[in-house]
């Protein structure tokens, strides 16, 4: 297959992770499932066991990632990130996440899909004043009337905001358009449309 020819290439026939040349596969970073080579990682099957599976996860295994994240290809650079974040509880992965660096694009490749977490490790879950569980994407309405800071536009009471998007630190915020204009909005001033 060309995909895993072009990889083996790129990887020069080793894991991109630990560096291992044993039982190498394919990984495809999520959310992508194409058979593009920048959406993907040579991993051995160790990493890729790990990476599939939360539960067999050794942290000490993945002390590799202090060599591979600085990896110039951005699929590393975004398993290496997932992979320090959720082991972040362990000391040492948030010392290496202090210091990575990533464009900002592929970092927010990196959070997509990712639960976002609060300073405790904590899930940050986003809901709205009756307490359903908002989603990227998902429609609100708002209600009651919002004085926008920094212009004298008012979002009215009953007014939809479609496809919303989640701030991702702060379970209290999320981000719409509304009369064309990008805003932040309270959660607790919207509910979920059915």
Known sequence: ???????????????????????????????HQDKESEHCVLTCTTCYQQLTDDSSIDANHWRCLNDSMWNTNPAVQVTAWRMLTKLKNEGWPQDLLDMMYMEDDTLAWAKEGMPATDESGQEIIHKDSNGAVLNAGDTVVLIKDLPVKGSSMVAKRGTAVR???????????????????QIVILTKFVKKSS
Do not use: F, T, W
């Open 1 to 31: 297959m060309k995909l895993e020819q072009d990889l083996m290439e790129r990887a020069s026939a080793a894991c991109e992770l630990c560096g291992s040349n044993q039982e190498l596969q394919v990984y495809h970073v999520p959310p």
């Open 163 to 181: 496809r919303i998007s989640l701030v991702h630190d702060n379970a209290e915020h999320i981000e719409g358009k509304v009369d064309g204009q």
